[in-house]
């Protein structure tokens, strides 16, 4: 299950965030084919944001394939996000390359500088 | 069951033969299943289209239906806390619920009503005199929900609440709306507090309807715009607001079409919308009606 939190003053759309945070969700694994999202109702109850913006955001996922909405019963996730499970063996290297970097003195400005060059050079042309 | 929650023509009320008109010529259609912020400065009127629509008091002139049906009529259907809260103080919490059951047979939630009033921490055998404020408000809404009204008319339900409870009565509401449909009507003079839990907005100024509609669209139908003051372009747009400081002028508009010129652009927040409409009260009202769907 996901929980979602309402930043009202990030400027971005409350339907968007949670857009955005079940993405993430299901890019981390933390959602999988098969999860039910919360229902509406749990969701306002615990953010006391509006039903309808529940609504647009979970139509939106529903829209990209993401989720469906199954009559009477809620809606549950369809796919997966990505190949970045947290459990993925992509992870346990990039975790080693990070103990190398620290053991070489490097901090976290040098580590997160020389992995976005690696990310634009991979992904070049592309807009994140 | 009508698909339109409150719709009012040509409605006015005034106090007194020779008093001042409380609200004049408001029109505005709100359609069901929205929860709409009722918003404007102290005095606009407010509180009297909540009465109004509560069945208290008749118009003076004009008209106004309720879930399709007179405000008189519709009375059964709707929960409707006044500003005061008010409830019989003698009465403890628990005998002021079991009131709201013998008033409402067939439709009362005891279980709903009492859950409400558990999450405050409140002992049922408390007298209402003794309650706080925020307590007070507390056991109004749940006297209000545990009707099951179709339409919830609440005038400042949130001015007594510490941030907490606020959060935790408002998440109650939106739960409301979600499972039953139910129409909110809330009022509040501070934008901020109920921006995230309202899609409609109908905002009251001196007795007049300035703006109503769904906030998107409300919100979509505006544009802030900054630039040299010496710009032309702003011909032809409506100008809501507009102030110069220096060189520079900033505005509030709805523009006619494509913006041209030097001009910065950006999108309104509804406070930027709510505030540039009460500080010109010259500004044209701007009603947008929906279709008739969900």
């Known amino acids: 299950m996901v929980e979602y939190r309402i930043d009202r003053h990030s400027g971005v759309a409350t339907y968007v965030q949670i857009v955005q945070q079940t993405k993430q969700a299901l890019r981390l694994g933390l959602l999988r084919p098969g999860d039910q999202l919360p229902t509406a109702r749990e969701v306002v109850e615990a953010t006391a944001i509006n039903p309808n913006t529940v609504l647009k955001a979970y139509r939106e996922l529903e829209r990209e394939g993401l989720v469906e909405a199954r009559r009477g019963m809620g809606t549950f996730v369809r796919r997966t996000l990505g190949a970045a499970p947290a459990d993925s063996p992509l992870r346990g290297e990039l975790e080693e390359w990070a103990g190398r970097a620290v053991a070489a003195g490097w901090d976290r400005d040098d580590m997160a500088a020389l992995f976005t060059a690696v990310l634009d050079k991979s992904f070049q042309g592309e807009r994140s | ?294």
């Open chain 2, 1 to 294: 069951m009508s698909d339109t929650a409150i719709e009012a023509t040509g409605l006015g009320r005034r106090y007194g033969r020779r008093g001042a008109w409380a609200l004049r010529d408001c029109a505005f259609r709100l359609p069901a299943g929205r929860v709409c912020a009722v918003v404007g400065p102290n005095g606009a009127g407010k509180s009297t289209l909540f009465a109004l629509a509560a069945g208290l008091m008749a118009p003076t002139e004009g008209e106004l239906r309720v879930l399709g049906t007179s405000p008189a009529d519709a009375r059964p259907r709707v929960g409707y806390v006044a500003q005061a809260k008010p409830l019989y103080p003698q009465l403890t919490v628990a005998e002021t619920l079991r009131m709201g059951a013998d008033l409402n047979p067939g439709r009362w939630d005891a279980a709903g009503a009492e859950r409400i009033v558990a999450g405050g921490d409140l002992d049922p055998g408390t007298r209402i005199r003794s309650l706080s404020g925020g307590q007070r408000t507390r056991v109004a809404l749940a006297l209000a929900l545990g009707k099951r009204p179709e339409l919830l008319l609440l005038d400042e339900p949130m001015a007594d609440l510490d941030p907490l409870a606020r959060h935790d009565l408002m998440g109650v509401l939106m739960g409301t709306a979600a499972e039953h449909g139910t129409t909110i009507a809330m009022s509040s003079h501070v934008v901020a507090e109920v921006e995230e839990s309202c899609d409609h907005l109908l905002l009251i100024g001196s007795g007049r309807v300035r703006l109503a509609g769904d906030i998107d669209d409300l919100l979509a139908a505006h544009l802030r715009v900054a630039g040299s003051a010496e710009t032309d372009g702003l011909t032809g747009h409506t100008v809501v607001e507009s102030r110069t400081t220096g060189r520079q002028l900033s505005a509030l508009i709805r523009p006619a079409g494509p913006v041209s010129g030097d001009w910065r652009t950006e999108a309104p927040t509804l406070e930027d919308l709510v505030l540039a409409h009460l500080r010109s009260p010259g500004a044209p009202a701007l009603t947008l009606t929906e279709e008739y769907a969900a």
